[in-house]
């Protein structure tokens, strides 16, 4: 079945972005004058940034360059990713921002933090340390006051204050970014036909590296399409549909692959996916206060320990509800955190009868052909194979 592309289609916009995330953020700057601040997670408060007249650009995954210089510094069992945004520092791509925004989400990215200021002095860094157990009594004060000691820093970097009015504002600027990207997934779960996972990362990243301004008229737009049926694509068998879990993604290659393979993917809770809008912020109250409720109340992902979510449980429930018979974790190799979710998560789903495929990914293998494409390939035909022994 052949797309039908109107000339000023959005999913196309996106993908252009998509395409150059990093180039986008530096014509944004060059056009606007505004500082860029990078940032390596989703648990980064980009309305802090905003504040601060910045423009926020989640750093991407490197694909297809090797991390030669950032090997000089990070031991072997690192993730890719972490090796890939030290490469970009260390090499110069990332030479135009303004600032790297970390979050101790995980043992890497605080090394990672630690190794940035020794090895690129040239670009400051600024840390948010997260509670790692959400619900003690005292996280919400400790929150609170590392908000406001990371929104200090940031605003003596871009040189504009981090003012309650200006937090008000930026906060109200991404609620309708993710308004409008809550309703992209809900038209994806609604429509009869299919947008190709490819096309959906691309509007994620469109949303994560634009001024608000620009990001949420790019979404709206394909939200619109897809409810209108505007955008049509291949459909695969809706039997063996799917979710994706897990953190980063390295590249668009993982969706590329279910796209070629034919495997609809309904849903995702990912880092640059759902998790970017899963957090609504509390309409009333301080502005730093309601940015600490939202990190507060979040799904905790794999890098926080919550005792009142079940991790297990609310992945059951996104699979169920996008009627996705199988969910597939493409995991980094050495990300801890992750791996540990593992048996937690596979139990809950096996019980649900959902099946999971563990992926492990390099970083730098191109994942539409060779071992990983073997692994996901075998896996639903395996399932498609049952299904006709099974008549």
């Known amino acids: 079945m052949l797309s039908w592309r109107p000339?000023?289609?959005?999913?196309?916009?996106?993908?252009?972005?998509?395409?150059?995330?990093?180039?986008?953020?530096?014509?944004?700057?060059?056009?606007?004058?505004?500082?860029?601040?990078?940032?390596?997670?989703?648990?980064?408060?980009?309305?802090?940034?905003?504040?601060?007249?910045?423009?926020?650009?989640?750093?991407?995954?490197?694909?297809?360059?090797?991390?030669?210089?950032a090997g000089a510094h990070f031991q072997s069992s690192s993730c890719h990713y972490a090796r890939g945004v030290l490469e970009m520092g260390l090499d110069g791509t990332l030479d135009f921002v303004d600032a790297i925004f970390f979050v101790q989400s995980c043992d890497t990215q605080q090394n990672l933090?630690?190794?940035?200021?020794?090895?690129?002095?040239?670009?400051?860094?600024?840390?948010?340390?997260?509670?790692?157990?959400?619900?003690?009594?005292?996280?919400?004060?400790?929150?609170?006051?590392?908000?406001?000691?990371?929104?200090?820093?940031?605003?003596?970097?871009?040189?504009?204050?981090?003012?309650?009015g200006a937090l008000d504002a930026a906060l109200e600027e991404r609620a309708g970014v993710e308004g409008a990207m809550a309703d992209l997934y809900e038209a994806r779960l609604e429509c009869a036909g299919r947008v190709r996972a490819e096309s959906f990362h691309a509007a994620c990243i469109a949303s994560s590296?634009?001024?608000?301004?620009?990001?949420?008229?790019?979404?709206?737009?394909?939200?619109?399409a897809v409810r209108s049926g505007g955008i049509v694509e291949p459909v695969g068998s809706p039997d063996i549909?799917?979710?994706?879990?897990?953190?980063?993604?390295?590249?668009?290659?993982?969706?590329?692959?279910?796209?070629?393979l034919e495997v609809p993917v309904r849903?995702?809770?990912?880092?640059?996916?759902?998790?970017?809008?899963?957090?609504?912020?509390?309409?009333?109250?301080?502005?730093?206060?309601?940015?600490?409720?939202?990190?507060?109340?979040?799904?905790?992902?794999?890098?926080?320990?919550?005792?009142?979510?079940?991790?297990?449980?609310?992945?059951?429930?996104?699979?169920r509800r996008a009627r996705a018979k199988h969910v597939v974790l493409p995991i980094l190799k050495f990300c801890d955190p992750w791996a540990w979710e593992v048996p937690r998560v596979r139990a809950k789903l096996a019980r649900a009868g959902i099946g999971m495929l563990l992926v492990e990914i390099g970083g730098e293998e191109d994942m539409t052909t060779g071992p990983v494409r073997t692994r996901v390939e075998a896996y639903f035909e395996m399932d498609r194979v049952g299904d006709l022994f099974d008549a």
Do not use: Q
């Open 267 to 319: 849903d995702d809770d990912l880092s640059l996916g759902r998790r970017l809008f899963d957090h609504p912020v509390p309409a009333a109250g301080e502005p730093f206060e309601r940015l600490a409720v939202s990190l507060l109340e979040r799904s905790p992902g794999a890098t926080k320990h919550d005792e009142g979510m079940d991790r297990g449980e609310r992945v059951v429930e996104m699979a």
């Open 241 to 260: 549909a799917c979710a994706l879990l897990g953190s980063v993604i390295p590249f668009p290659g993982m969706f590329r692959l279910l796209d070629v």
């Open 7 to 69: 000339v000023d289609d959005p999913i196309e916009r996106a993908r252009g972005i998509a395409a150059d995330p990093v180039g986008t953020a530096r014509d944004v700057k060059a056009r606007t004058g505004r500082p860029v601040v990078g940032m390596v997670s989703s648990w980064v408060p980009d309305a802090i940034v905003l504040a601060a007249g910045g423009i926020p650009l989640r750093l991407p995954a490197v694909s297809g360059r090797r991390t030669t210089r």
């Open 113 to 164: 933090s630690d190794i940035w200021k020794a090895a690129v002095p040239r670009i400051p860094a600024v840390d948010l340390y997260m509670p790692v157990n959400r619900r003690s009594a005292s996280a919400r004060a400790y929150l609170l006051a590392e908000l406001e000691r990371a929104g200090a820093e940031i605003g003596r970097i871009t040189g504009t204050p981090v003012a309650p």
């Open 209 to 224: 590296c634009l001024p608000p301004a620009e990001a949420r008229p790019i979404v709206e737009a394909a939200a619109g």
